[in-house]
């Protein structure tokens, strides 16, 4: 840290935590979304609220300090919810993809496909802007 006109600044990287913070902030504006939508069953609903408390104090560590823990942790838990949303686009061994209770079909609607695979999407995102962080500073405390 160095501090510049009474100011403490961080030494090392600046945008890359910021653009993983905000990443894994956004998806927990979109869990807090969907659980408030009423898409899901009430069960599932409180699993995204839970999911969302656990990934906001995260959120904080590597906005203000880069910390390697929360960047393994945001890691870890967006590569689950790529395997969990892949499983969920393949329809789960032919079960299909049902929400709010309603039947499941052996088919995959066009529009939850979409949705899942934005999901995957910004999982993947999140899980490689965190992994190359944590790559970062690695090799930044190995140089010094």
Do not use: F
């Not at 090392?12 to 956004?26: D, F, N, V, Y």
């Not at 009430?42 to 880069?66: D, E, F, K, N, Q």
């Not at 079960?95 to 993947?124: D, K, Q, Y």
Request: hydrophobic residues 55%; glycine residues 12%.
């Amino acid at each position: 840290m160095a501090i510049t006109a009474g100011r403490v600044r961080a030494t090392g990287p600046i945008l890359h935590p910021r653009i993983c913070a905000a990443l894994t902030a956004i998806s927990c504006l979109v869990h807090l979304w969907l659980a408030a939508s009423g898409h899901h069953d009430a069960w599932l609903g409180i699993l995204m609220i839970a999911l969302a408390a656990v990934c906001v104090p995260c959120t904080v560590h590597i906005w203000r300090h880069s910390r390697v823990g929360a960047l393994h942790q945001v890691t870890g838990s967006a590569l689950a919810m790529v395997a969990l949303h892949a499983v969920l686009l393949l329809g789960a061994g032919g079960s299909g993809h049902a929400h709010g209770g309603r039947p499941a079909s052996g088919a995959v609607h066009t529009e939850g496909a979409a949705g899942l695979l934005l999901v995957i999407g910004l999982e993947i995102t999140t899980a490689l802007l965190a992994a190359t962080l944590v790559a970062r500073l690695r090799r930044r405390s190995a140089q010094r």
